[in-house]
């Protein structure tokens, strides 16, 4: 498991925790079981700071398989995130992180370089967890692959298509 700097970690046992503090053999054995519980699902889970430069506190392990980067990554340098999103989607989810507040969870769709070496549809459902007692804030969400989903939607046809198909199938008109 990796450890933060200092030897510092946010203990993340199943409910979001006030402080970080220095992890016990306990905390680092239930860290160690939830990082592999969130690995073998299809979402990666992830918890960031909130500011102009924001850090990752948290990230599942499963990034590398999900989206070819690996946590470490993360860790070390945030952009990598940023820099792994499509250009063009990148100013509307700046925008959109920029404006959340606590409260229910916002989810976007948008593109990111994927280990394909394409560009892969993703749901980032993320919500703020405030922490009025020190007056920090992290997003914590979840990154889910929807690729299907929108070729799905990409291939299904539109409205001009299905009333095209209701007129052309409607026998002409009785005079």
């Known amino acids: 498991m990796q450890l933060r700097p200092h030897g510092y970690e946010r ?34 889970t992830y918890a960031h700071t909130v500011g102009p430069s924001p850090e990752f506190t948290f990230v599942s392990d ?16 945030a952009s ?15 925008a959109e992180n920029a404006a959340l507040r606590p409260g229910p969870a916002v989810t976007s769709e948008y593109r990111v370089w994927g280990p394909a070496a394409t560009w892969q549809w993703i749901a980032d459902e993320r919500r703020v967890l405030d922490d009025a007692g020190t007056g920090s804030a992290e997003i914590a969400g979840a990154w889910t692959e929807v690729a299907d989903t929108r070729r799905d939607a990409d291939t299904s046809p539109g409205p001009d298509e299905f009333l095209r198909y209701v007129a052309e199938s409607i026998p002409t008109a009785i005079a």
Do not use: P
């Not at 239930?30 to 299809?42: I, W």
């Not at 990598?80 to 700046?94: F, K, Q, T």
């Open 62 to 77: 499963n990034l590398t398989e999900r989206f070819a980067i690996r946590s470490q990554e993360l860790y070390d340098d």
């Open 11 to 44: 203990a993340y046992t199943g409910k979001y925790m006030r402080e970080d503090r220095r992890t016990t053999s306990h905390d680092a054995t239930e860290v160690s079981r939830l990082r592999a519980l969130l690995a073998v699902g299809k979402h990666v």
């Open 80 to 94: 990598r995130w940023w820099n792994a999103v499509h250009e063009d989607d990148r100013d509307r989810l700046r």
